[in-house]
């Protein structure tokens, strides 16, 4: 990916969605043990991403068993997140071969979502059933006319919209994976919906304390947990 050198250079400045009671389904069904591996964007030091933060608050106190694992990479400006993808695949197989019956969400912010759709093909057989569901915001590789496309109210109007780094053979969520999968956009976030918003931008900053955007968060990842 070829992003300007203002990619996430607000990154240090994310905040945090305040914390708000949202109504979660608690129903301690579905998987018993899961991990949740959250990838962060360009700038954020190594770590747990701003953008997940509240909600995976809300879904570790609502349902337990759960983990986080915060994918090894640079995520630097040079925007090559193969580490990041070898480390998401390499964290499922190898968990796999301990503990078979193992859960895991997928979660990826701007740089690190990519990575993450960049996994999906990777993930075959059991560490392609162990995964219940995928959750991504502000993605570069986000591609227009998928039925996982949803906006930052959970509405279509970025469905038909492409990100900065989505064009002719690059890669997408794979069909197998578009059911399992929420691919988040706000209009006008300029690294996924190129045709509304143009680069890094207020738009692109705004997940993290984006309250809406938590709570669905939580209950996309609760819903595939527990089904």
């Not at 019956?101 to 057989?125: D, R, W």
């Amino acid at each position: 990916m070829h992003f300007t050198n203002s990619i996430l250079a607000g990154a240090s400045i994310l905040g945090l969605a305040a914390a708000s009671p949202i109504e979660l389904d608690t129903r301690q069904s579905g998987c018993s043990s899961y991990t949740i591996i959250n990838t962060r964007g360009t700038g954020e030091a190594q770590g747990p991403s701003a953008g997940f933060r509240t909600m995976n608050s809300n879904i570790l106190s609502s349902k337990s068993g759960g983990k986080v694992y915060n994918t090894v990479y640079a995520a630097d400006y040079s925007q090559n997140s193969a580490a990041g993808t070898a480390d998401i695949v390499n964290k499922i197989t190898t968990t796999l071969r301990t503990s078979p019956n193992e859960c895991f969400i997928l979660e990826g912010y701007s740089q690190g979502a990519a990575a993450t759709v960049n996994a999906l093909p990777k993930l075959t057989g059991t560490a392609n059933t162990a995964v219940k569901g995928v959750w991504l915001i502000g993605d570069p590789l986000h591609k227009a006319g998928l039925t996982c496309n949803i906006d930052s109210t959970g509405g279509t109007t970025t469905l038909n919209v492409n990100g900065i780094s989505q064009y002719p053979g690059s890669n997408s969520i794979p069909s197998g994976w578009i059911s399992r999968t929420q691919d988040v956009c706000k209009y006008g976030d300029g690294v996924c919906d190129t045709t509304h918003g143009q680069g890094i931008n207020a738009q692109h900053l705004s997940y993290p304390n984006d309250a809406t955007v938590q709570s669905m968060g939580a209950k996309f990842v609760l819903g595939k947990l527990n089904a």
